[in-house]
């Protein structure tokens, strides 16, 4: 993984993450108390899923039978399968008309469905409400994504720095090792052909040794 990529999922992550848990709990807190609203991590016992993912934000009851509302935002041209894809999934554990799938437009308007079903099972939830607070939501995950983002740069441009000068480091180090192992002024080639003038002195040329 890039560092580039790593700076968008970790920033997308954040958007959706910080949006999303923004507005479930502006509604946990506006539904009605006798409808007994609560969030489904904490009432997880009574959701045949294993993984903790794969589960609708609210539980709440609606004459005497358990509702669930699953929060997600959506672009136009996804926003009717986002509806159905929600009923999909927890259909089979919840009953496919106990399961509300509230789809929002990030410009802070409501899938219609989904709020034909807020009607008619939480009225409390008003048209006026979710837009007001989608927008906040909207804002407050940018403003959430630039501080993550600026963090991010920020670690990667002192990881590079420490890079770069631990490789200063070793390429200084490297050179002093040369340096050591050849006498000043000599290469490789140098000292060879030094060693063999001084070898050739004390012989005639054929291998014998002259005495002096």
Do not use: W
């Not at 409400?129 to 906040?136: G, R, T, Y």
């Amino acid at each position: 993984m890039t560092a580039q990529h790593e700076i968008r999922c970790s920033r997308n992550a954040g958007i959706r993450t910080v949006r999303h848990d923004y507005m479930v709990n502006r509604i946990l807190t506006k539904i009605d108390h006798h409808r007994h609203p609560r969030p489904v991590d904490k009432a997880h016992g009574n959701l045949p899923v294993s993984d903790k993912l794969e589960k609708p934000d609210i539980e709440f009851q609606y004459k005497n039978a358990t509702y669930v509302l699953d929060v997600t935002f959506a672009v136009e041209a996804n926003i009717c399968n986002a509806f159905k894809g929600k009923i999909l999934k927890y259909g089979g554990t919840y009953g496919d008309n106990r399961v509300i799938p509230l789809v929002l437009r990030y410009n802070g308007t409501v899938y219609e469905k989904s709020m034909n079903l807020l009607t008619k099972y939480l009225p409390e939830i008003t048209d006026s409400f979710l837009s007001k607070h989608c927008c906040l939501a909207v804002a407050r995950a940018n403003e959430e994504a630039k501080l993550r983002y600026t963090s991010l740069i920020t670690n990667a441009l002192h990881d590079e720095t420490i890079a770069i000068k631990h490789g200063q480091k070793r390429d200084r180090h490297a050179t002093g090792r040369r340096a050591l192992r050849a006498p000043p002024g000599l290469d490789g080639a140098g000292a060879r052909q030094e060693g063999e003038a001084q070898g050739n002195a004390g012989s005639d040329g054929l291998g014998v040794t002259v005495e002096n």
